[in-house]
T-cell receptor, first 110, second 113 residues
Framework: EDQVTQSPEALRLQEGESSSLNCSYT??????LFWYRQDPGKGPEFLFTLYSAGEEKEKERLKATLTKKESFLHITAPKPEDSATYLCAVTLNRDDKIIFGKGTRLHILP | NAGVTQTPKFRILKIGQSMTLQCAQD?????MYWYRQDPGMGLKLIYYSVGAGITDKGEVPNGYNVSRSTTEDFPLRLELAAPSQTSVYFC????????????FGQGTRLTVV
């Protein structure tokens, strides 16, 4: 069974305290991996797409990386406005579904 | 562009009632998706469609039906509402192609009592 597992479930950091979120996947035929940000009461918003092992993408304080079995979302010197739930998702070669993990709730304390 | 528009935003249903959640997109996207999100459970795929006239089941299709008669619209039908269908429902769309990103609506919060 295809699975996407995110850890930790929740993370509290002080402003400026860097950390990483993990997304591990066990799927047959990964096509792509996505990171989304979701604020309370809103729909997810796209952050990054990663296609192949070794790939990295950056946006402001966020950097996403991909290996053959997992992806990391690194947050450098976070600010309170980075507080949100971060969702990882995958697409597969065999169909057009998008499969999501349960997310990591990130809270940055001022 | 309005993007993905979901209506209604909130709804309370009684057990056994029926309703349709509306989803419309104005980006000419081929692919559309319906998800439900329960607290702490991430997004679970209900149904998806790769084009007008084509729909397929996701992980949790029981109790729901969909149709896709146009590229723009992808309504989700609940025939006999049950308390287990209390959730937040999200519709999403994306362009055809490898690894195109999905755009989400603002969600419909449904409570079945």
């Amino acid at each position: 069974e295809d699975q996407v597992t995110q850890s930790p479930e929740a993370l509290r950091l002080q402003e400026g305290e860097s950390s990483s979120l993990n997304c591990s996947y066990t799927v047959s035929g990964l096509r792509g991996l996505f990171w989304y940000r979701q604020d309370p009461g809103k729909g997810p918003e796209f952050l990054f797409t990663l296609y192949s092992a070794g790939e990295e993408k950056e946006k402001e304080r966020l950097k996403a990386t991909l290996t053959k079995k997992e992806s990391f979302l690194h947050i450098t010197a976070p600010k309170p406005e980075d507080s949100a739930t971060y969702l990882c998702a995958v697409t597969l070669n065999r169909d057009d579904k998008i499969i999501f993990g349960k997310g990591t709730r990130l809270h940055i304390l001022p | 562009n309005a993007g993905v528009t979901q209506t209604p935003k909130f709804r309370i249903l009684k057990i056994g009632q029926s309703m349709t959640l509306q989803c419309a997109q104005d980006m000419n996207h081929n692919y559309m998706y319906w998800y439900r999100q329960d607290p702490g459970m991430g997004l679970k795929l209900i149904y998806y469609s790769v084009g007008a006239g084509i729909t397929d089941k996701g992980e949790v299709p029981n109790g729901y039906n969909v149709s896709r008669s146009t590229t723009e619209d992808f309504p989700l039908r609940l025939e006999l509402a049950a308390p287990s269908q209390t959730s937040v429902y999200f519709c999403a769309s994306r362009r055809r192609g490898l690894n195109t990103e999905a755009f989400f609506g603002q969600g419909t919060r449904l409570t079945v009592v």
